[in-house]
């Protein structure tokens, strides 16, 4: 608690943040509950490394705990524990040092704005934890943040040669093994890789555990859309998973190859003046539209006449001739183009 000159109510009174301000301090303020001048606590404390050091970032909170916007300056108290391994005890209260303070602003509603500390000095074999809270005054601390911890130990080099292939059972991955560390030694501890997957406009994520081998089927993706991909390497030390670098990124389109079902109930009905083709309508998610084909008494092959889109079920042919007997077929196609099966022929009937 920070030194005052002024003497103060202690209790309730202190946590409301009523000063009970005394002789010469000459005035006093009504009392303030605590849970509308109190951040919310930050909930996505993350970390990624860069060279020897750990870089951490957060969410601005907006709130207060009573839901109110947060109008006044932010200040965040940043928590560091370091362990060796040898020392580190998983049911042990975590031995966190004096927080290091980093001033914020005022949070912005409209973008929600992240803060951001690289930390350095990290030691090979030493377990670290790391909590944030945040405060508006000096004694409207928030609740302690998630907590993130790591082992560190030097990282493995980012694989590399990524190649990403759309098979029949998905998107094939396929890197080079890595075989150095971040700094180019040899790497002497068990590698491990992540794989790391987005969509247009979400970040990456993992989408494996942990793998041994340099390969890895996504199974898990959808048709006409474009996936991007990274490994992380990591190596495995002493139980613990120390998280190393990350490749280049590759994108793949899926395109779907499989064409819509084969049209049926093609009827032809001729008038004086055309020919008037009508068909059942195919259900398929992706159905673009369908094609029309003619065959004149005679000729080995159909050709294309006509192009509709996916509402239509109805061809209006108007230059066939009308001396010869007339034969139509129907195809569908979907978005990414496929073409099904021409429907079976049929002829006019007058």
Not at 165 to 184: F, H, I, M, Q, Y
Not at 257 to 275: F, K, L, Q, R
Request: aromatic share 10%; hydrophobic share 35%.
């Amino acid at each position: 608690m920070k030194p005052m000159n002024c003497s103060y109510f202690a209790g309730s009174l202190l946590l409301a943040g009523t000063l009970a301000l005394s002789g010469g301090c000459g005035y006093k303020t009504d009392p303030v509950p605590p849970q509308s001048v109190v951040p919310k606590p930050v909930t996505d404390l993350r970390h990624s490394f860069e060279d020897e050091a750990v870089r951490l970032s957060w969410s601005y909170p907006l709130e207060t705990i009573s839901g109110d916007d947060i109008t006044d300056n932010l200040i965040f108290e940043l928590y560091r524990a370091e362990m060796s391994l040898e020392d580190f005890c998983g049911s042990c209260p975590i031995p966190f040092g004096e927080p290091q303070e980093i001033m914020g602003g005022v949070p912005n509603p409209e973008e929600r704005d992240v803060a951001e500390h690289v930390s350095g000095l990290l030691s090979s074999g030493n377990k670290y934890f790391f909590k944030v809270r945040s405060r508006t005054s000096w004694w409207a601390d928030s609740a302690d943040s998630n907590i993130v911890s790591f082992v560190y130990h030097k990282p493995a080099a980012a694989p590399v040669d990524l190649q990403a292939e759309k098979t029949a059972a998905g998107v094939v991955l396929n890197w080079s093994p890595v075989t150095r560390l971040a700094d180019g030694s040899m790497a002497d501890l068990p590698r491990r890789y992540r794989v790391l997957k987005s969509r247009p406009g979400q970040p990456f994520a993992p989408t494996s555990g942990y793998l041994e081998e340099s390969r890895y089927i996504d199974g898990d993706v959808q048709s006409g859309t474009t996936y991007s991909y990274k490994i992380e390497s990591s190596l495995l030390f002493q139980g613990e998973m120390i998280a190393g670098s990350e490749s280049s990124p590759v994108s793949v389109r899926v395109v779907d190859t499989a064409p819509p079902p084969a049209v049926t109930g093609v009827t032809v009905i001729a008038s004086a003046s055309d020919y008037r083709v009508f068909w059942d309508r195919v259900s398929a998610d992706d159905l673009a539209g369908y094609r029309v084909y003619r065959r004149i008494d005679g000729q080995e092959k159909a050709l294309r006449v006509g192009e509709l889109e996916a509402t239509s079920t109805l061809f209006v042919d108007t230059e066939a001739p009308t001396d010869k007997k007339v034969f139509y077929a129907v195809t569908a196609f979907d978005t990414e183009g496929n073409e099904g099966e021409l429907s079976k022929e049929a002829t006019t009937r007058h």
